[in-house]
């Protein structure tokens, strides 16, 4: 390995060395807890060295919710092998929801904390690259669900939003704990039974 392969691959590991630190302090402390100083402490390297790499948190925020999307997107690839679109819709529900909830803080900087937008505004990117993808996995399979005869008279790009917008919806409100001003006779399995009320609307389509 030559001088210059090296120096790229220390660069590298280095920055890895970065994201992995700032992941783990950010899934203990989360965001408002998270910053360049001690994410620098937790490597052992001054402040300075980070920001070799990055130009400020909301960049290696920007990062970390990469790696979440990365890690979403292989869940919901494995379910291109249910053949019939409407149970792949369905599951992919499920593993959304159950992402949500095993991740709280992963998806709120996916879905709801400002700061990887902060560094895609930054750059003037007029798209966030990786919502797309995941909105386009469903919107797919929301057409294939139009194509077999399901959802009459709906395009698949406004209902593929309403079908997201209403999950994110409950998945938002369950890990922020607004859940528990509910009055209901099970205020704990609201959620879960919310959600099987919403298949049984599309079912109705």
Same mark, same amino acid.
């Given at each position: ?5 090296? /120096?790229? /691959?220390? &660069?590298?590991? +280095?920055?890895? !060395? ?8 950010? +899934?203990?402390?989360?965001?408002? @807890? ?17 920001? !070799?790499?990055?130009?400020? &948190? ?5 990062? +970390? ?9 292989? &869940? ?5 092998? #249910? ?48 919502? /797309? ?8 399979? #929301?057409? @294939? ?5 399901? $959802?009459?008279?709906? @395009? ?31 205020? #704990?399995?609201? $959620? ?5 009320? $919403?298949?049984? #609307?599309? @079912?109705?389509?």
């Amino acid at each position: 390995m030559g001088i210059s392969e090296r /120096k790229t /691959k220390e &660069k590298q590991e +280095l920055k890895a !060395l970065i994201l992995a630190a700032a992941r783990k302090l950010f +899934l203990e402390r989360g965001i408002a @807890e998270t910053s360049i100083r001690n994410i620098a402490e937790a490597i052992e390297y001054s402040p300075a060295t980070i920001y !070799l790499y990055y130009k400020d &948190k909301d960049e290696i925020l920007h990062d +970390l919710h990469n790696q979440g999307f990365q890690e979403l997107g292989d &869940k919901m690839r494995v379910l291109l092998e #249910v053949s019939d679109p409407f149970e792949r819709l369905k599951a992919l529900g499920r593993v959304y929801i159950n992402f949500g909830l095993q991740n709280t803080e992963m998806y709120d900087l996916m879905f709801i904390a400002k700061a990887p937008m902060n560094y895609i505004e930054g750059l003037q990117q007029s798209e966030w690259q990786e919502g /797309k993808r995941a909105f386009d996995f469903l919107m797919l399979t #929301v057409d @294939e669900c139009i194509a077999a005869g399901r $959802f009459a008279g709906h @395009e698949a790009g406004p209902l593929s939003y309403v079908i997201w917008s209403c999950v994110h919806g409950m998945v938002a409100l369950e890990i922020r704990d607004r859940c528990k001003g509910i009055s209901c006779e099970d205020p #704990v399995l609201i $959620f879960r039974d919310a959600f099987e009320a $919403f298949i049984k #609307v599309l @079912e109705s389509f």
